[in-house]
């Protein structure tokens, strides 16, 4: 068994403008509308991520390798500044 509850809400009236317009277009109440759009906000979000999707793998490179140790201060302030 369904019961209906009527009640009151505060809508802009530019939203408001919307609703009939969309209800008219689609052939529907603008109740049916409201409704619609609660359950959808209500309804737990569907995962964006699946477990089986194989992420794509990242692209690599060869970098030729590092110029300098990069925990030698001195020497990585002297390769900075040769140019």
């Known amino acids: 068994m369904v019961f209906h509850m009527k009640t ?3 809508i802009d009236e530019t939203v408001m403008k919307q609703l009939r317009e969309a209800a008219a277009k689609r052939g529907t109440t603008m109740s049916a509308l409201v409704e619609a ?3 959808r906000v209500l309804s737990p979000a569907p995962s964006t991520h699946k477990q089986d999707d194989a992420l794509t793998p990242l692209p690599a490179w060869h970098s030729g390798g590092a ?3 990069i925990s ?3 020497e990585l302030y002297r390769v900075m500044d040769e140019d």
Do not use: K, P, S, Y
Request: net charge positive; hydrophobic share 25%.
């Open 37 to 39: 759009g609660i359950r």
């Open 8 to 10: 009151t809400l505060n």
């Open 67 to 69: 110029r300098v140790d």
């Open 72 to 74: 030698n201060r001195e």
